[in-house]
């Protein structure tokens, strides 16, 4: 490997190092504005300038290539007060204003400005001042802030593919906008907030709610979707304030949705404190203990076999597992959480999870979407997808429509009759695919909906497994699952083994069979309510407790501990970050309570059991935040039936999809601009 | 000067003439296939041509999907550039040069006449409709300082009279003609004019 030289210590460096790079292996902090590791270099900050032996100047070390014996010093008084010229520079035009600005405390300019800046300031002329900008519900700004560093220029053109941010005007003049001030059409949007190393983009809903210093910081993980990306909770006593993303390379980058970051305000609306018992058709205030006993009795005068459970979309592993225990005592088998009836084989681990993971998606060379939207349905996802779209020029295709992706793909086929051409190898795409050595075909909740569902799975496992396309090393075939809890309840064999009755649930639902119905925070299940008795448990007064006749209040994510295991099937600890509101309590604690009532008096299960359960259920299971490890190839012939069928890309309400993001008033304004959008048809 | 707004009376369309178009084939074939956006100055200021001298939003966007590039992208080099013009100007459109040698040569006195003459302000259409004025940056006509440009002419070799008998020759519509107005043939010396190899005077 190449040596370089910094501060009189020689190191060894990768080939493609930038200088700045370079220092950071040698532990040496360079100052900096414009550079991202994640964003293409710009080198306009000029804030990382170094010394370099034999070059008259000093050099922006973002953008200079690292070289075999470079000699780079970074502590002597030419750099000192290069960075010193620099600094001055930058705030000749940036208003003093740190105590009213929301960036305070957390500021790069701040922080910067102490460490190599001067003491005071010579500029003395009238400092520029430029107009707010509208960017949208989500992003507050204050462009006289703005010291032009681009990143969310960068960020939105090639990691968000949303090339509407841009720098207008020139030299003093130049500012940055939005084409025409509209809002930014992306689910990453609010992404630039954490980019921005001033004040000029903050946060709308959080100005001006808190400082930094005043919030209690909690590491966890975001239960929106089931890409399970790391975030990071800060609280102001019992209130989220905000979330924010946690580096993770494995899964979301540094990069976070819109809805992961913004639902947090509907953890404050909408909020179920006390147990509800529907009388004379009014829900009433009741207490626990009344509650309780009216769901025993209940559940005393109904057979086992008329009792069914509902889980939803967020509710962790433990919570899951102390549920399907409280089950079993009911010697109810009756047990469902998929929202929709869609084909899942839970036989073994790789039929329903991720198998090439999200970092595995910057290797393959072809990918092939199978009726999903990964925009809307992982935006996270989507944005690795672009990413190796970008890098590799990875050809993307389609079959059903998915609408707006932020890349380009080709679209090679709206039915079922498509897959059975490729799986039979009657079309030139499945020569691509043959050819391909790392494809990726990932399929989507839609598609798995369907009648064909199961052939469409289980012919496209076959067809890889036989071409030595799923082998040790790579393993294409994935299910994109949509729900945070899916994947950990299909480990925990919710789904139990009666496979050609999996449907049966459904069925029962339909035809009326169940007498009373208990929705664990599920709140998307789509039924005609008759004449059952609904028990709703979980946070939000929302589309489960509209219709349930008793409601037990419950925690939400952030205000307990649990396990998530994401579409990749990595198993990932939510940490609790606050306290559940009013009498709510976290829902393995009511189970033991209720089971106790019917008549197990020495029944109790305490959280760590609990958990220590879950982690010896779950299959593959190799550690915390780890991948699952591989499950074994077998070729297992299972019989499946051909229907001709269109494949629909179900349209996924992207700001509404839990009952959290439907409290969130942050979420509905987004929601109310997208709608907007598409029915004035303003296109960019 | 400051940022360069829209102007907010946008017509609804814009499409390049049949002649024009034609025009804009020539231009692509001077770029990579790959690299076509490279195209857009050229074709901005076709668009600048063809539209009265100013650039309407409605081209801007015809010329980014021409060219398969963002809205944005087009916007932030039609702001950049100071020679195209984003809302109207008079069909007599004067740059007054007023960099140092032209300054040194009395260009202030140009932009008082024009202050009195077209408009009180930069950029604001004369009372009559056909005139409006600018300043500008070096023209590079330094030699032959202070001068204007109307329209595609120098005007060099200036003083408050003949800016003046300009100035009023192009509210009535009837421009005089380019060049010096002290008599200089392009940029020769005013006097003694000495064929090559002997000394100047």
């Not at chain 1, 998915?402 to 380009?408: A, D």
């Amino acid at each position: 490997m190449p040596k370089i030289t910094i501060n009189g210590k020689e190191i060894e460096f990768e080939k493609g190092m930038t200088v700045l790079q370079a220092c950071e292996l040698a532990d040496v902090e360079i100052p900096r504005f414009c550079y991202h590791e994640k964003l293409s270099i710009a080198g306009n900050c000029r804030m990382c300038l170094v010394e370099m032996e034999k070059s008259p100047k000093p050099i922006a070390s973002c953008a200079m290539p690292a070289a075999e014996g470079m000699n780079i010093k970074t502590n002597t008084t030419l750099v000192e007060k290069a960075r010193k010229g620099v600094m001055e520079f930058l705030l000749a035009n940036h208003p003093l204003d740190c105590p009213v600005c929301d960036q305070g405390g957390e500021c790069d300019l701040q922080d910067q400005s102490l460490y190599y800046g001067v003491d005071k300031s010579r500029f003395v002329e009238n400092k520029r001042y430029v107009k707010e900008k509208y960017m949208g519900p989500l992003i507050k700004t204050q462009m006289t802030r703005c010291i032009h560093c681009t990143r969310c220029v960068r960020f939105a053109t090639e990691v968000a593919g949303v090339p509407e941010i841009g720098a207008i005007g020139r030299g003093e003049n130049m500012e940055i906008t939005t084409y025409l001030e509209k809002s930014m059409e992306s689910e990453l949007s609010a992404n630039v907030i954490d980019l921005c190393p001033v004040g000029a983009l903050t946060s709308k809903p959080y100005a001006f709610e808190a400082r930094p210093w005043e919030l209690k910081k909690t590491e966890s993980v975001d239960v929106m979707d089931a890409v399970g990306s790391n975030i990071r909770v800060d609280t102001y006593n019992w209130e989220v304030k905000r979330i924010l993303p946690r580096l993770n390379n494995e899964i979301n980058e540094e990069w976070i949705s819109d809805k992961t970051r913004y639902s947090c305000d509907g953890l404050l609306k909408q909020r179920l404190d006390v147990p509800y018992i529907k009388k004379n058709n009014k829900l009433q205030k009741s207490t626990w203990d009344e509650a309780i006993n009216l769901l025993v009795d209940k559940i005393h005068s109904v057979q086992p076999n008329e009792i069914a459970g509902h889980i939803g979309d967020m509710i962790n592993m433990e919570n899951a597992l102390s549920f399907k225990k409280f089950f079993e005592t009911l010697k109810s088998e009756n047990l469902e959480f998929r929202e929709k009836n869609f084909y899942i084989n839970s036989d073994e681990k790789m039929n329903y999870i991720f198998n090439s993971s999200i970092a595995g998606i910057e290797d393959a060379d072809l990918i092939l979407l199978v009726g999903t939207n990964p925009r809307h349905e992982a935006s996270i996802l989507n944005a690795r997808i672009r990413k190796t779209f970008v890098q590799k020029k990875v050809p993307i295709f389609s079959i059903g429509n998915p609408g707006e992706l932020n890349y380009k793909y080709e679209i090679i086929g709206d039915s079922t009759e498509d897959i059975k051409k490729i799986v039979n190898k009657e079309n030139d795409f499945s020569q691509k695919l043959l050819s391909a050595k790392k494809p990726i075909i990932i399929i989507g909740e839609s598609a798995l909906e369907l009648k064909s569902g199961r052939y469409i799975f289980e012919e496209f496992k076959k067809f890889l497994i036989k071409n030595n396309l799923i082998n040790e090393n790579w393993n294409g075939i994935n299910i994109l699952i949509q729900n945070a809890s899916t994947v950990g309840l299909l480990d925990l064999k919710i789904l139990q083994d009666k496979k050609e009755q999996s449907s049966s649930f459904f069925d029962n639902l339909k035809n009326r069979k169940f007498k009373l119905l208990y929705l664990l925070g599920s709140d998307n299940l789509e039924f005609q309510k008759n004449d059952e008795f609904i028990v709703y448990q979980g946070s939000h007064g929302d589309r489960g407790a509209e219709i349930a006749d008793l409601i037990l209040p419950s925690a939400t994510y952030t205000e307990q501990n649990g396990l998530y295991e994401n579409l990749e099937g990595r198993i990932q600890e939510c940490k609790k970050a606050s306290y559940p509101i009013g009498e709510a309590l976290e829902d393995w604690k009511i189970f033991n309570q209720i089971i106790k009532k019917i008549g197990f008096k020495d029944y109790k299960v305490n959280f760590d059991e609990l958990r220590k359960e879950v982690l010896e259920t779950a299959p593959n299971f190799s550690g915390l935040n780890e991948l699952p490890k591989k499950s074994v190839i077998k070729t297992n012939n299972i019989e499946t039936s051909f229907f001709s069928e269109k494949i629909f890309v179900r349209e996924l309400d992207y700001y509404y999809t839990n009952s959290i993001s439907r409290s969130s008033k942050t979420m509905s304004e987004c929601r109310q601009i997208r709608q907007k959008i598409k029915k004035d048809g303003t296109n960019n | 000067m400051s940022v360069k707004k829209v102007h907010d009376n946008q017509p609804k369309e814009f499409k390049f003439s049949d002649e024009n178009l034609k025009k804009v084939e020539e231009i692509l074939k001077r770029y990579p296939k790959k690299n076509k956006k490279s195209a857009v100055m050229p074709l901005l200021y076709l668009a600048q041509r063809q539209n009265n001298n100013w650039i309407p939003l409605a081209a801007m966007k015809h010329i980014a999907n021409y060219l398969a590039m963002p809205y944005i992208s087009v916007y932030e080099v039609a702001t950049f550039y100071t020679m195209y013009n984003l809302s109207p100007v008079g069909k007599h459109f004067v740059q007054v040069c007023t960099t140092t040698p032209c300054l040194l040569r009395g260009a202030d006195k140009i932009v008082k006449l024009c202050k009195e003459n077209i408009s009180p302000n930069e950029n604001e259409i004369s009372k009559k409709g056909n005139c409006s004025w600018m300043e500008v940056e070096c023209l590079g006509a330094c030699v032959s300082a202070p001068m204007i440009q109307i329209n595609d002419d120098y005007y060099e070799d200036l003083d408050e009279k003949s800016t003046k008998e300009i100035l009023t020759s192009l509210i009535n519509d009837k421009p005089l003609k380019p060049g010096s107005y002290r008599g200089r043939k392009n940029t020769s010396p005013e006097k003694n004019l000495i064929s090559n190899g002997e000394k100047h005077a």
